[in-house]
């Protein structure tokens, strides 16, 4: 663009010699490339993410290729957001740090930003009893952390978006009916790892005879 410019400036007899480079520098849009890879994290290593939404200023998006590497191209000069599209990622995934990027973008000039993503799992599980047995609304936590679950009718409980590591899952023992009694251990150690199933959790509980003990009296006759 800028030879074409000045070989029509010359032959014109247009602008001054001194003056076409800096026409030619502003006929050429002023814009910059914004390019990064976006990488799985797991605790065995990391692996380039295909498929992975990217959002410029929120509201231009591409997705990563086969080898994990996007791009935007013809971007405005100026300061630009760079983000992992949280609405567009997929459900199994979760955003890494940080999960979004302040760029300046300078004509000409490429800027890099890159990314990670954090596999996702659930734990399912169910609390057994003899029939009769109150099975829903026991409180079963995942520890470490805070975050906890009740029991459905049937015993059955689960937890969704975990991240991997080494977990606990623990009945809390106070939710139990007033007739029920813990038969299995109290804390049940789980491993969540990518791309590996985890396996069902099972707690068990029994139910406390009410039956009051028959005392004999021995007869003196």
């Given amino acids: 663009l800028y ?18 480079d800096q026409f ?23 692996a ?3 498929g992975i939404p990217i959002t410029l200023d929120g509201h231009r998006t591409v997705t990563t290729g086969s080898d994990g590497r996007y791009l ?8 630009h957001e760079v983000s992992l599209s949280a609405t567009a990622l997929p459900a199994d995934l979760d955003p890494g740090e940080p999960a979004k990027s302040s760029l300046l973008i300078q004509p000409r000039r490429v800027a890099r930003t890159d ?56 009945i809390d023992t106070d939710t139990l009916p007033p007739d ?4 299995s251990e109290p804390s049940i150690p789980v491993a969540v790892r990518a791309g590996v199933s985890v396996p069902f959790t099972t707690f068990s509980i029994g139910i406390v005879s009410k039956e009051k003990a028959i005392r ?3 007869d003196k006759k």
């Fill in 3 to 20: 030879f074409s410019l000045t070989k029509q400036l010359r032959w014109g007899g247009g602008l001054p010699t001194e003056n076409m």
């Fill in 24 to 46: 030619a520098a502003d006929a050429v849009p002023l814009v910059g490339t914004v390019e990064g890879v976006v990488r799985t994290r797991t605790l065995a290593g990391a």
């Fill in 48 to 50: 380039l993410a295909s």
């Fill in 72 to 79: 935007f191209s013809e971007v405005p000069e100026g300061q």
């Fill in 115 to 170: 990314f990670e993503v954090l596999p996702l799992s659930s734990i399912e599980g169910a609390v057994t009893g003899p029939e009769g047995a109150t099975l829903d609304g026991l409180l079963i936590r995942l520890l470490p952390g805070a975050r906890y679950t009740l029991t459905t009718s049937e015993g059955r409980f689960a937890f969704y978006n975990v991240r991997e590591g080494d977990f606990n899952l623990a």
């Fill in 180 to 183: 029920g009694k813990l038969l």
């Fill in 216 to 218: 004999k009296v021995l």
